[in-house]
């Protein structure tokens, strides 16, 4: 398998949390797992985003910051403006988010940087 | 035996009343009227690899031994916690304040993070509102920061602008606008007359620039469009969703001043898009009991500040024993945060297994509001509804276990 051909470069964006329907069914579906990572653990990348980073769509690519890491699949949001993404609320966007007293957590404004990767996306670790 | 019956379901605070269901055995076997949130929530209610088990230290054991457990460990806590309730009908929201006054202690739920300011507001009338069937009589629906494609999925086609009964003589044409300020393309947004996209936190701009256009001064396009739009509108109703509470970082002055100028141009009414079915019935309840939507100590009198929200009390680990009731804080929450819980014994009292239930000191499993215990709750515009549940308890409801809990409790 070869790398991404800017595999290893790091762009910084703000991701944005929303609700997805099917991010909540899953946590009453009997396949819970399948849906979990097909409805939660994605990333919604405008075009330029996903070209800088160097991926295509269904690609893997890791969203660190101070608070964690997360391995997700890249989908293509044409209307997502450059610098931001969207992700479903769930555990995932969770491992990236903090809290400063007397704000609200920053579910709507998590800073991070992205990279192209080839690790695996992560499975549910609770139920 | 096959029967019928017609519930309402509680995926989310729509509280749809008119739910059909085919019934065989205490089966659920046909879901008619409910959205894809609604069927599951109905259908997986009996799955019972989800359902909770009474657990003691993990070993499973009976209701009484997990209630006894539970009993003995707030006895045994300095500083308990109660936190949660916003999926409990109000019977058993009121027997948790109830417990949180007699253990003298914290209680908060999820709208101190989320919704529970806005609710405040309406509540205190510094915001005016409306209910969902006066929503038919309004000229323009303005959904802002909200999806409730997604969020609350039968709201378009129950209560705004597929149940607006008002159309033009040629009968094609509803009078009504719909509008979005949005920062995603969203399916909501792409259903209505008017879109208004904006970059992520830029709400206090849009309001600003609203403020500016009204006052006549110089402001931007989309200010300018969205005064043309409030300035034709007889009776606007604006539903608030997540979106701009953290956008505004739950500082609502600005959106007040604003609805409180618009209101000089017709009636203006706001709506909060809450999610859990009952959240907002809790912030009524305890605003009755003491006076405050959230973040509550009984530890001397009542007092409320932020210093008795969940996310101080975790971060500052103000507490000696947690009590989650129907609601799971590991999996919402920063990890950030809820790691902070670890080594805290906590007791959960829940449907459904979950992150939080996971490893804690007691687990008390509980009937599923709505499906299986009767109660009450508020829906989103603040109407109560009875709940109706089409099936029989496999297990005590929150209020039994919360009031056989509390007539155990030593203090």
Known sequence: MTMPASQGQKLPLVIVTYREIYAWIARLDKNEEAMFEKYSAVVRL??????????????????????????????????CPKGFAFMPMSRIPNQLTSYQPGKLPNFKWIEVSAEAVLEDVPKPAVP | MASTATTVCTACSCLCDDI???????????????????????????????????????????????????????SRARRPLIFGLDNS????????????????????DTSSFCQ??????ILSGALPSCTLPEVKTSDLILYWGANPHHSHPRHLSKFTIYAHPDYTELGAVRRVTLAAVEVRESETSSVCHRVFRILPRADRDLISAIGKGMAGQETSAD?????????????????????????????YLPFIEMVKQLSSWGRV??????????????????????????????????????????????RNRSFDCLMVIGSDPFASLPKSVSSALEG?????????????????????????????????AVRMDGAEVKLLPPLAPSRPGDEEILRRVMEKVSR
């Open chain 1, 46 to 79: 405008s075009e330029a985003d996903m070209k800088a980073i160097g991926v295509n769509r269904g690609a893997k690519v890791k969203l660190s910051n101070e608070v964690g890491s997360v391995v997700v699949r890249a989908q293509l949001d044409s209307k």
């Open chain 2, 20 to 74: 059909g269901l085919q019934l065989e055995d205490d089966i659920i076997r046909r879901v008619e009227n409910a959205c894809r949130k609604g069927s599951s929530s109905l259908y997986g209610a009996r799955f019972e690899q989800r359902r909770s088990r009474h657990l003691v230290e993990g070993r499973e054991v009976g209701a009484d031994e997990a209630i006894d457990r539970a009993a003995a460990e707030l």
């Open chain 2, 89 to 108: 009908s109000l019977e058993a929201q009121g027997a948790g304040i109830e417990l949180a006054r007699r253990l003298r202690c914290v209680i908060d």
């Open chain 2, 116 to 121: 529970g300011n806005l609710v405040g507001q």
């Open chain 2, 223 to 251: 200010g300018k469009r969205v005064v043309d739009l409030f300035r034709k509108a007889k009776f606007t109703v604006i539903f608030a969703g997540l979106g701009l509470t953290y956008s505004l970082d739950n500082d």
């Open chain 2, 269 to 314: 009414a706001v709506i909060p898009m809450v999610g859990h079915y009952n959240m907002r019935g809790f912030n009524q309840s305890l605003h009755k009991a003491a006076g405050h939507v959230n973040k509550v100590s009984f530890a001397d009198g009542v007092s409320s500040g932020d210093q008795f929200s969940f996310l101080e009390q975790v």
């Open chain 2, 344 to 376: 805290i014994p906590r007791i959960v009292i829940d449907p459904y297994q979950s992150a939080t239930s996971e490893g804690s000191t007691v687990v008390i499993g509980s009937a599923v509001t709505g499906v299986e215990a009767a109660g009450t």
